[in-house]
């Protein structure tokens, strides 16, 4: 019975609701996955796992400094377009939120992130394209 009674403030709810937390992704193993899939699509310039998490780390740094500053709507609209697909990236996310006019990172780092964004290669396609 004792046990019980400790238990029930841990169902209550969370000391802070979730949409007022940066979200948890899993970035390790998507960018695992995105590397491999670059490289067996043959892309010249197909992205090391290790700098994509380095990329992907970044942004949420850059997110959580500015999370609560953005309206609870945007954050959801973005959350959403960032985990579309299936691929949640930190770097889609913020780049919803900054085309938004919500986060603006101080000041841009050198290259631009890819991360695992899913537009980290379309200017990749666009140059082979070209070539053909």
Known sequence: MKAAL????????????????????NVEALCRD????DKASGLTLAQDAGECVRDETI???QLSSTWLTVPGPARDSCEGEAAAGGIQSYVDLLTCLQMAGWANPTP?????LRG?????????????????
């Open 34 to 37: 995105v590397s491999a899939d």
């Open 6 to 25: 400790l238990v029930l403030p841990l169902l209550g709810q969370p000391a802070m609701p979730i949409s007022d937390r940066v979200p948890v992704f």
């Open 116 to 132: 695992a964004s899913k537009m980290r290669n379309a200017k990749n396609e666009l140059k082979n394209e070209l070539k053909n």
């Open 59 to 61: 942004a949420r740094q």
């Open 108 to 112: 841009p780092p050198k290259p631009p």
